[in-house]
């Protein structure tokens, strides 16, 4: 079979960064001393990998012993985790990316210029529950059709989006709140410019073949926005982790299919999933397309 890969796919700096830094964290301690408060990346894969090199994970600071080493994942985490490490006594390494370090500050910020702060994004995220405790009262709203309920009557807004989330969706959702009668809109633009990239280079390769094949963790935001974006265009679109979950109905009958992955997926893993597609021959009996 035909394969194509999108031209931007895969690993981002912060991603890279993150893994980094827990690899050196890990070479440095004795096995089982390092701990990540949840899963370093959205990979089950990589997870995988840095637990088999000794990193254990937990989610509550107070269940761990007096300098442990904890590790703080990319997305982030809110002002009283710092705290209570602190007064746990535990040792921070902090592998927040920087673009989501950044949202953190321009929330709090906007909040201290007297905004009623507002985030596009989906409530349940990490990153979101991270960056929202930075100020008091933000307001997370991620669907035109909760705008109503959610916003107050008038006031001042301070607008962020989730780092993963589309331009598209986002400029949706700002034009829909300048519906409401706001005296004032402070919109600051906190959309990783990594993850934009990964979704044009997608859409551009959805338009130009017959399936596409999006790779990422399934619980990771950024993989799940490519998926929508290439259905989106009308191509047949199936959400993997690995060449494990393909099945020979997916491919069969077209002729070229496309390959993107999300800012959490390794190299190796779009690699493989790529050789094993061109080997499968989605038209039995015909002469071969690859
Ligand atoms: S996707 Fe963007 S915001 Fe998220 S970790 Fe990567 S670089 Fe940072």
Redesign the pocket.
């Known amino acids: 079979m035909q394969v194509k890969l999108a031209r931007k796919r895969g690993?981002?700096?912060?991603?890279e960064?993150?893994i980094e830094l827990a690899e050196r964290t890990l070479a440095e301690h004795e096995p089982g001393h390092v701990v990540a408060l949840g899963p370093v990346?959205h990979n089950r894969q990589v997870v995988e990998q840095l637990e088999r090199a000794g990193l254990n994970q937990s989610a509550e600071l107070e269940r761990l012993a007096p300098h442990t080493t904890v590790l703080i994942r990319?997305?982030g985490v809110g002002p009283e985790t710092y705290d209570q490490a602190r007064d746990l006594q535990l040792e921070l390494v902090d592998a927040t990316?920087?673009?989501?370090k950044r949202a953190q500050t321009v929330v709090r910020q906007l909040h201290e210029e007297g905004y009623q702060v507002v985030m596009i994004g989906d409530a349940n995220h990490p990153?979101v529950r991270g960056v929202t405790s930075y100020a008091p009262n933000v307001i997370v709203v991620d669907r035109e059709e909760d705008l109503a309920a959610a916003l107050p009557s008038r006031g001042r807004l301070g607008i962020v989006a989730q780092?993963?989330h589309a331009p598209e969706h986002v400029a949706q959702m700002i034009g829909a709140i300048a519906r409401h009668p706001f005296r004032e809109l402070k919109i600051v633009n906190t959309l990783?410019?990594?993850?934009v990239r990964r979704q044009e280079a997608a859409a551009e390769l959805a338009r130009e073949v017959d399936v596409m094949f999006v790779l990422g963790g399934l619980h990771s935001a950024?993989t799940q926005e490519l998926a929508r974006i290439c259905s989106e265009v009308g191509v047949d679109t199936y959400h993997l982790e690995t060449w494990g979950q393909f099945r020979p109905e997916m491919a069969r009958g077209h002729q070229v299919a496309g390959v993107t992955a999300g800012?959490?997926t390794p190299d190796f893993i779009i690699n493989e999933f790529a050789d094993q597609l061109r080997q499968f021959d989605p038209l039995p009996g015909s002469p071969s397309t690859t």
């Open positions: 690993f981002c700096f912060g991603v960064d993150a990346i990319s997305h990316c920087v673009l989501v990153e780092t993963t990783c410019l990594e993850v950024n800012a959490s």
